[in-house]
């Protein structure tokens, strides 16, 4: 600590320096002419190039009269060959004021130095931003990655793999909308505060509304926000929301995360399945360039058709079966969950993660066949009733999707929910009147899906937790000096 004091002291004592001179540390507007990889790509043997940039400086080298010094900016690093003489007094004065980290604009000629290296020599220099901390050097060990999330622009600067993390993710999102838009669906916006939290199984965040004088919740799910669009006689519509659980943090949960819903009028569940086979197969053609992908060290395949398998069936549920609790008891007894106890969503994701065929485990799965009881919003099956018109979707061991056919029966609805807020010893669950008054002006048949944003980009880009594909993830605090 001592020492990453003296070190900010020193930069502190250049920068009152800077300024007596009347130089501004923390320059304006700087026109480029290039960015770095642009200025590297311009470089012509066969005739002279100015060319103005701007970076950071990652590394110093001083040779007498004469220094080289890399920068970087978002995508390139180059070069810069500094000389006394070449540049004003002034100027290198500043330049003798440097530090690693600090952000500068320069101008100049390219060209190769006898190792081949394309570089600028430098004509005029600009100090754009003094940087009063150090850089880290490296980032290793447990202890520091927690310290990559909490200070993720440090990580940005230190890791170029990290920057192609967050690019593919940014690239992973422009391809879905792009997909859905070429489909006709339409991209639309919901509210983040509900008066009445649903739409999922989740604890809500609880916030409060001054001039309204009222209690609201962060949403769990925009579901019940994108029906109500259905029943307005919107067709084809889709949300990338921002959705929120007072819950677990896990390297597959974040308290905040994104997901995407997608609804299609006179749809049902087995249409949603196309939809996320083809939705999922472009984007990762589109983004990697194949449908063959490693994640942790096995190869998925990608390509469609993906595998579907009944998650009663799995489970050993004859299709005769009509006894409601039959499911319970076949899975505590295989499971060694206790029957007195309410069976949560996660539980049964757990479940449906054990039942994946180990030699197929990673490739996609459509689990069907959930039991209505833990899926309220969703339309039975006809012929038997006690399994739901849904399906989970599993790639590399994890869940990535959830959809069903939507029930839009509001008698059967105002009754599901009003069963599962009696189940809820906590009262989590609450009837959201206007929704239910929705579907009684009609809502049409149709099919929703829930693909989580995070753990798609997860399974893309190759990460093994959720914290390395969102930029700032929920940490808990440091304590303060």
């Known amino acids: 600590m001592e020492n990453l004091n003296e070190i900010i002291r020193q930069r502190i004592n250049k920068l ?4 007596e001179k009347n130089i501004d540390p923390y320059g304006r507007k700087f026109e480029r002419s290039h960015s770095i990889n642009e200025a590297v790509n311009s470089f012509d043997e066969t005739k ?7 970076g950071r400086i990652r590394a110093l080298r001083g040779h007498g009269k004469s ?6 900016d978002e995508d390139g690093k180059i070069q810069l060959y500094v000389k006394k003489g070449l540049i004003s ?19 100049g000629r390219l060209f190769k130095t006898r190792s081949g290296e394309v570089t600028i020599e430098v004509k005029s220099l600009t100090l754009l931003s003094k940087s009063l901390r150090p850089l880290p050097e490296k980032w290793h060990g447990l202890k520091d990655v927690e310290a990559r999330y909490r200070q993720r622009y440090l990580d940005l600067i230190s890791n170029e793999e990290v920057r192609k993390t967050f690019k593919l993710r940014t690239r992973i999102v422009s391809k879905i909308k792009e997909f859905l838009d070429k489909k006709g669906y339409l991209e639309v916006e919901t509210p983040m505060m509900h008066i009445v939290p649903g739409g999922a199984a989740g604890r809500p965040f609880k916030t409060h509304h001054n001039v309204y004088d009222i209690d609201l919740y962060l949403r769990i799910a925009p579901e019940l926000y994108l029906k109500k669009l259905l029943v307005g006689g919107f067709e084809k519509i889709y949300e990338i929301n921002r959705s929120f659980r007072n819950e677990g943090i896990s390297v597959k949960h974040n308290p905040e995360f994104t997901m995407l819903e997608v609804y299609q009028a006179y749809g049902d569940y087995e249409e949603m399945m196309d939809l996320i086979e083809e939705l999922v197969t472009y984007v990762a053609q589109e983004v990697l360039g ?3 992908i490693t994640y942790q060290g096995e190869e998925i395949d990608l390509k469609r058709p993906w595998k579907r398998q009944s998650f009663a069936e799995a489970l050993g549920i004859s299709p005769e079966e009509k006894d409601p609790a039959a499911w319970k008891k076949i899975l505590c007894a295989k499971f060694g969950l206790d029957i007195n106890e309410k069976i949560s969503r996660s539980a049964l994701l757990n479940v449906a993660e054990d039942l994946l065929d180990e030699k197929e485990k990673n490739n996609p799965t459509f689990f069907t066949d959930y039991f209505t009881e833990v899926s309220p919003l969703a339309k039975t099956r006809k012929d038997r009733p006690l399994l739901a018109e849904r399906f989970e979707l599993f790639v590399g061991g994890m869940e990535i999707a959830n959809a069903y056919s939507e029930l839009n029966d509001p008698l059967e609805q105002a009754e599901r929910i009003r069963v599962q807020q009696e189940d809820d010893e906590e009262r989590l669950h609450k009837i959201d009147k206007d929704f239910i008054t929705a579907l009684e002006y009609g809502m049409p048949p149709a099919g929703g899906l829930g693909i989580g944003i995070d753990r798609l980009v997860m399974l893309l880009a190759d990460k093994a937790s959720i914290r390395e594909v969102i930029l700032f993830p929920q940490l808990k605090p440091e304590k303060q000096d």
């Open 67 to 72: 220094s080289f010094l890399d920068i970087r």
């Open 89 to 107: 007094e002034d100027e290198y004065w500043l330049f003798e004021r440097l530090d690693i980290g600090d952000i500068i604009g320069i101008e």
């Open 48 to 54: 002279e190039v100015i060319v103005k940039t701007a």
């Open 290 to 292: 194949t449908l063959k």
């Open 16 to 19: 009152k320096e800077i300024k």
